[in-house]
């Protein structure tokens, strides 16, 4: 899968206006993303501002979102980690 066209799909900031720190971290959380096939983050894309990453979009289960932030956390240069993903079908409550 061409994780920089999945997340173009959907990135709020265009690549021409991230900073190569920021391309560079956001490709090598996909990359990581890739090559752990233990869990689903085939409906993630990552968005990546002075450092701060923000996860958007779904996974099949909680270990799936406690993996893909685990994942962003332990690249380095990254500063901090924002979920906004959601675990599919769980609901939200009120």
């Not at 900073?19 to 233990?38: C, G």
């Not at 501002?49 to 909680?62: A, H, K, M, N, Y």
Request: charged share 30%; hydrophobic share 35%.
């Amino acid at each position: 899968m061409d994780w920089e066209v999945e997340a173009a799909t959907y990135r709020h900031v265009s690549a021409t206006d991230a900073s190569p720190d920021d391309l560079r971290l956001r490709q090598e959380i996909y990359d990581r993303f890739a090559e752990d096939d233990s869990i689903d983050t085939g409906g993630l894309w990552v968005e990546v501002q002075d450092g701060g990453v923000t996860l958007r979009g779904s996974v099949e289960g909680p270990r799936d979102l406690q993996a893909a932030e685990a994942i962003a956390r332990a690249v380095e240069g990254v500063k901090d980690v924002s979920t906004l993903a959601q675990v599919r079908g769980a609901r939200r409550s009120t």
